[in-house]
């Protein structure tokens, strides 16, 4: 697997701002950071859910208007990026671009009306950048092996490494929260045996999980960001149960309200913290919430080939 950019050599670059628009199945995402002595000041967020991972169920490919409307939404990210002064861009796609059948066509659009050409990520770049993104932002020192834990909408990626080495063994599923609440979760508040399917499948897939030694391990991703207003910062089996009960007993516009959490997410929610507990009990130990992933690694990454590292 690719090195990471040394650890103990921090990239600094001053005032020289990065972007990165990621491609995901529920949301398209940009991120704008600045990279000064090691670490990320993020300047710029923005979000759109686009729910392209729904548009892909039974193996059909990007709807024409799909296409379109993505395209306009990643152009705006992009043109809002060049607006506060980003040169070094990239844009990356994961698991729902990934799967689809026409995925050049989206590629190709978005490389017309920007002029930047989409790299669509292999799973094991994906895990990889959510790796790098997760472990160079923790606030407190990591010693031995690291699990990062990478919910999306359509697959979730466990990588395990070190800081220095980077990634050492990762497992991509392919089971994400949009897909699941999708195939499940037809109510509002969620049925009991509707959150009864969904912790069944989420268990199934990662039954027998076998991983390496870990140490620590870290959530990123939507689902694990979106939790910590409702959980903490650690995601033990107990305090996702809790989550749980919190999302099926009201509605989610209460629950969002409540939480001050975009309604969309909440409505995905249940079943990324089904995948969460089902990862937790088998690897045996809680989460801690991070502060970064796929975003945040493909800056540093960028970061570092600026710096020729």
């Known amino acids: 697997m690719t090195a990471p950019p040394e650890a103990d050599k921090p990239l600094d670059h001053g005032d020289v701002p990065f ?26 967020t923005q979000r759109a859910y686009t729910r392209l991972g729904k548009a892909l169920r039974g193996g059909n490919g990007i709807p024409t208007e799909k296409i379109a409307s993505e395209t306009d939404i990643v152009a705006t990210q992009v043109r809002h990026a060049r607006e506060i002064g980003v040169d070094r861009m990239t844009i990356v796609a994961t698991a729902a671009i990934r799967k689809a059948a026409n995925r050049d066509d989206l590629v190709r659009s978005i490389e017309e009306a920007t002029g930047l050409t989409p790299r669509v990520l292999t799973d094991e770049e994906e895990a990889r950048l959510a790796f790098l993104g997760a472990s160079r932002t923790l606030t407190s020192p990591v010693e031995g092996s690291l699990a990062v834990v990478d919910v999306g909408g359509g697959s979730t990626e466990i990588a395990v490494g070190t800081l220095e080495g980077g990634v050492e063994w990762s497992e991509s599923f392919s089971v994400g929260s949009g897909f699941l609440a999708d195939a499940y979760l037809h109510s509002d508040p969620p049925a009991v045996r509707e959150l009864n399917a969904v912790r069944q499948h989420a268990s199934g897939c990662f039954e027998g999980l076998v ?3 870990i140490e620590r391990a870290v959530a990123s991703g939507g689902s694990a960001t979106a939790l910590r207003r409702l959980a903490g910062a650690e995601l ?8 749980i009960r919190v999302l099926a007993t009201a509605p989610a516009a209460e629950v969002a309200e409540r939480f001050e959490l975009d309604i969309e997410r909440v409505r995905l929610l249940p079943a990324g913290v089904l995948i969460l507990e089902a990862i937790t009990d088998s690897i045996g130990q809680a989460l801690k919430i991070g502060n970064g992933g796929l975003r945040e690694g493909c ?8 710096a020729g590292v």
Request: charged share 30%.
């Open 236 to 243: 033990s089996h107990d305090a996702l149960e809790r989550a």
């Open 19 to 44: 972007g990165c628009v990621d491609i995901g199945s529920n949301t398209t995402r940009l991120l704008v950071a600045r990279v000064e002595e090691g670490r990320l000041r993020e300047l710029m």
């Open 211 to 213: 991983t390496p030694p």
């Open 299 to 306: 800056i540093i990454e960028l970061a570092a080939e600026e």
